[in-house]
């Protein structure tokens, strides 16, 4: 209703100004003259509340509806594991059950409680993101951290870790903040996972320029999205508007965290894709600073 109101108000005041404006320009009189310039100030400054007030609760209706499909899916997020895990320990119970049964069950439940686990990594990592809490700077080699995140992610998203390949070099460093670092390669890697069909083929190059930056490339051959959503992404609670999306669990936080993150470290996240069907490739670049270690930033080891 306030949008409605706002939308019949606009058009209405202009139609008065410009009433207003014809009839007293009629008028020779000095009167009219400063009725005409009253009119036309008090008149503009009402049309630019309208405006701002238009604008502000169609922003807030826009973040409603965000919110609301985030508590969807918050809400299938803790239900599905907690399921799983109660239907697993339900199973766990019974006296006959051969122990390569209990094996695959205590593996399914463990592979619930870590994409439980995180699930809620990625929202407190979402609030302390929202309120600036400070970072430490530790040295990381890439290489290593990157196959651990791949075999992480291979393993919870039941695929083989061959079908993600690294191709990062061994003497790879970087002085930054690991935790965060580790929080984006995360998300960027499991998303381009996720959103593959089978056979999933991920690939993540990382490379050092003359000028001292580093990118670590996200690539995948999955459902990929319109390039006018490649920024869009990026929001928080946003999702793509897809049967293809929305057949997989997601929050719209994963992108948002490493976006966010990515800004606090001082670098840049960019998303390509050529169209759906044709994959995306999200590149994660640290400027030159990360690269130095500590001697060289002039700073105390």
């Known amino acids: 209703m306030p949008i409605v109101l706002g939308t019949i108000a606009v058009p209405l005041t202009v139609a008065i100004l410009v009433g207003w404006t014809i009839v007293v320009a009629r008028s020779p009189s000095v009167t009219g003259a400063w009725l005409l310039v009253l009119g036309i100030i008090s008149l503009s400054i009402i049309l630019l509340v309208l405006v701002l007030l238009s604008l502000f609760l169609l922003r807030e209706m826009v973040a409603a509806q965000r919110q609301f499909g985030f508590i969807d899916s918050v809400t299938h997020e803790l239900k599905s594991p907690l399921a799983s895990v109660k239907l697993g320990l339900e199973t766990l119970r019974r006296p006959d059950l051969p122990p390569e049964k209990v094996a695959a069950v205590v593996e399914m439940v463990l592979t619930e409680v870590e994409r439980l686990s995180g699930f809620i990594g990625d929202v407190l990592q979402a ?100 390039k006018t959503e490649a920024r869009r992404v990026f929001g928080r609670f946003y999702r793509v508007e897809s049967e293809a999306v929305r057949r997989r669990r997601g929050t719209g936080l994963g992108l948002y965290v490493a976006h966010v993150l990515t800004r606090a470290l001082g670098g840049q996240l960019s998303l390509t894709s050529e169209g759906p069907g044709l994959g995306t490739t999200v590149h994660f670049t640290l400027g030159a600073r990360a690269g130095q270690t500590p001697a060289q930033r002039g700073q105390e080891p």
């Open 127 to 226: 609030n302390r993101v929202v309120h600036g809490q400070s970072r430490r700077i530790e040295a990381i080699a890439v290489a290593e951290m990157v196959a651990g995140i791949a075999a992480a992610v291979a393993r919870r998203q039941h695929i083989e870790a061959i079908d993600i390949a690294v191709d990062v070099p061994a003497d790879l460093r970087l002085w930054t903040d690991p935790t965060a670092v580790e929080t984006v390669l995360t998300n960027l890697i499991d998303n381009a996972v996720k959103y593959s069909d089978p056979p999933v083929e991920v690939r993540v190059v990382g490379r050092r320029d003359a000028k001292g930056r580093t990118t670590i490339s996200v690539i995948d051959h999955g459902i990929g999205l319109e």
